[in-house]
């Protein structure tokens, strides 16, 4: 859930409310593929509800959870999911399709700023987890007591923005 507020925290309210309004909801069983690796990926996932895993070669690399994002690389780079992301629980998904988020981020360079940072941020904090876990780095965002001040700054506006999504794609 943290790493959701710190990825809403970045952004501004109306930045929520086009990424709930350019969604699309979906509930999900458990054991149902989200991604399959080697396949192009046509939507960055928020996980809204349950957990979902991360797995590559027989290995589970994660398991992600309320706020979590898949997709996220492919918004990066064009390339092919290079790993497989499976329900573990039943989950509620919001799919943002890559096609119409990119045009956004094209049109709106304040909209991209934010993201891009939202992101980056994000995907240092999944480095600093895959490092922590091999025994040589600093630990994780969901490890430490203590937030970085800019990041409490905004915690509790991401903590609603999250509510806002939560309540814009209930059906």
């Known amino acids: 859930m943290r790493k959701v507020l710190i990825i809403l925290g970045q952004l501004r309210d109306e930045d929520v409310d086009w990424i709930a309004r350019n969604g699309r909801r979906e ?9 399959a690796r080697d396949t192009k990926i046509s939507d960055v996932i928020f996980v809204l509800d349950g957990t979902v895993e991360v797995s590559a070669g027989g290995q589970v690399l994660a398991r992600l959870q309320r706020g979590e994002v898949l997709g996220e690389m492919s918004l990066i780079e064009n390339q092919t999911a290079s790993a497989d992301a499976r329900t573990v629980t039943p989950c509620t998904l919001l799919y943002v399709p890559l096609a119409v988020l990119r ?19 994000f995907l240092a904090d999944r480095i600093r987890t895959m490092n922590e ?12 007591d203590e937030i970085d001040d800019d990041v409490l700054d905004v915690m509790h506006l991401a903590g609603q923005r999250f509510l806002t999504v939560l309540a814009s794609v209930a059906q």
């Open 27 to 35: 509930d999900a069983l458990a054991n149902r593929v989200v991604i």
């Open 103 to 121: 045009a956004k981020l094209a049109a709106d360079t304040g909209f991209a700023a934010r993201f891009y940072r939202a992101i980056a941020m």
């Open 133 to 144: 876990q091999r025994g040589n780095a600093a630990p994780s965002l969901d490890d430490l």
